[in-house]
């Protein structure tokens, strides 16, 4: 269970459990249209961890991202092979809810995303659109707590009513974030979540993660390999849709077992 309140739908498993591999991939293809996007992925993914996916452009990181909710289900000619799990339950399983997976792993996109209404309303549609919430005051309480897990409660407490519009990009940022946690996810997914923010609002997120660190589980796609560094604690060192490596973050950047993760981590290519 989300330490955010009940998760419902795919049978909720308690928060933290670092053992318990959150996501496994075996032999998992994806094609479409243009080709074949994923090849052959192998990968097991910590629950209650960190795990930073990194590697050049069109390595295939976000497309393994968002493998994890089905959020390209509708990219043309989709088709997949081999196996994907959330737990325990095949992601791509004909029975499985694509609504209910995603209220179970959130996810953040690379553009701040803010929906034309208030700063309040912009994290209070999740959970009025799930029910989550039967009055006011447990309404608020919520959006409360979620702006402050998103580091974004000191500087909007006062101004909830206000267009969201109104908020700098790293404020937009962290109330996506706040948005997604407000209908008590297990999983956050994120896109780049910093790349077009300044370093103080980058450092703002990135605090916002680590705090998350351990009740959520989190996967995040950067290109900045100090932030893998600084916030991670599993990477996974993508090339050409294929896991190259995947480890503790420490043992990846200071001891790669491939030479092409050493060639990448000390700028010989990417």
């Not at 795919?10 to 994806?30: I, K, M």
């Not at 479409?32 to 452009?57: Q, Y």
């Not at 916002?208 to 916030?231: D, E, F, K, P, S």
Request: aromatic residues 6%; positive net charge.
């Amino acid at each position: 269970m989300s330490p955010f309140g009940g998760a419902g739908g795919l049978g909720a498993v308690p928060a933290g459990q670092s053992a318990v591999p959150c996501f496994r991939a075996e032999d998992f293809h994806l094609f479409c249209t243009a080709g074949e996007l994923l090849r052959g992925v192998d990968l097991v993914v910590p629950g209650g961890r960190i795990t930073a996916l990194i590697g050049p452009s069109g390595a295939g990181k976000s497309m393994l991202l968002r493998s994890l909710n089905r959020m390209h289900d509708r990219v043309a000619g989709l088709r997949v092979t081999g196996g994907l799990w959330f737990r325990e339950q095949e992601i791509y399983a004909p029975d499985l809810d694509p609504v209910c997976l995603r209220r179970r792993v959130g996810m953040v996109f690379r553009q701040p995303v803010v929906f034309p209404a208030s700063i309040f309303d912009n994290v209070a549609y999740g959970p009025r659109v799930h029910r989550l919430e039967l009055g006011p005051a447990g309404l608020a309480t919520r959006v409360e707590r979620c702006l402050r897990a998103a580091g974004l409660w000191d500087e909007v407490r006062d101004v909830l009513r206000q267009p969201a519009g109104r908020l700098t990009g790293g404020q937009r940022q962290r109330l996506a974030i706040a948005r997604a946690l407000a209908v008590d996810p297990e999983v956050l997914l994120l896109d780049e979540p910093t790349a077009t923010v300044d370093p103080v609002a980058t450092a703002r997120i990135e605090d916002a993660l680590l705090r998350l660190r351990g009740a959520l589980t989190v996967v995040v796609v950067t290109h900045n390999l100090a932030q893998a560094a600084r916030i991670s604690q599993q990477t996974v060192f993508m090339l050409e849709g294929r896991v190259v490596e995947s480890g503790p973050t420490e043992v990846v950047f200071h001891q790669p077992r491939d030479t092409r993760t050493e060639d990448y981590l000390t700028g010989r290519f990417g």
